[in-house]
Nanobody, 119 residues
């Protein structure tokens, strides 16, 4: 129905930047109706929300990344992005793309992509 595939990430030096992409396959009307999010799971930590963007384009960010990360979406291309600047070692983790629509029970996850920030 809907599949999410993350790309980007890798090894980045502290203070560096990278951009994650998430390809969202599925019917366009469904994709554009999803609220999207980027989650991060660091070593030994729970998965936590890093950034979110609603179907209407409103964004929200975890306090730890405000001013450094920017999430965006391109419904025509069916992609969501996470631009990450001034990366720090504590940003290291597996980053997961999520799409959901509350009320209808839709909750889709990608397989994750690893970001490692070296000090």
């Amino acid at each position: 129905q809907v599949q999410l595939v993350e790309s980007g990430g890798g090894l980045v030096q502290s203070g560096g930047s990278t951009r994650l992409s998430c390809s969202v396959s599925g019917v366009s009307s469904i994709v554009s109706s999803l609220d999207m999010g980027w989650y991060r799971q660091g070593p030994g930590n729970r998965r936590e929300l890093v950034a979110g963007i609603t179907a209407d384009g409103a964004t929200n960010y975890a306090d730890a990344v405000k001013g450094r990360f920017t999430m965006s979406r391109d419904n025509a291309k069916k992609y969501v992005y996470l631009q990450m600047n001034n990366l720090q070692p504590e940003d290291t983790g597996a980053y997961y793309c999520n799409g959901r629509r509350i009320g209808v029970g839709w909750d889709f996850w990608g397989q994750g992509t690893q970001v490692t920030v070296s000090s």
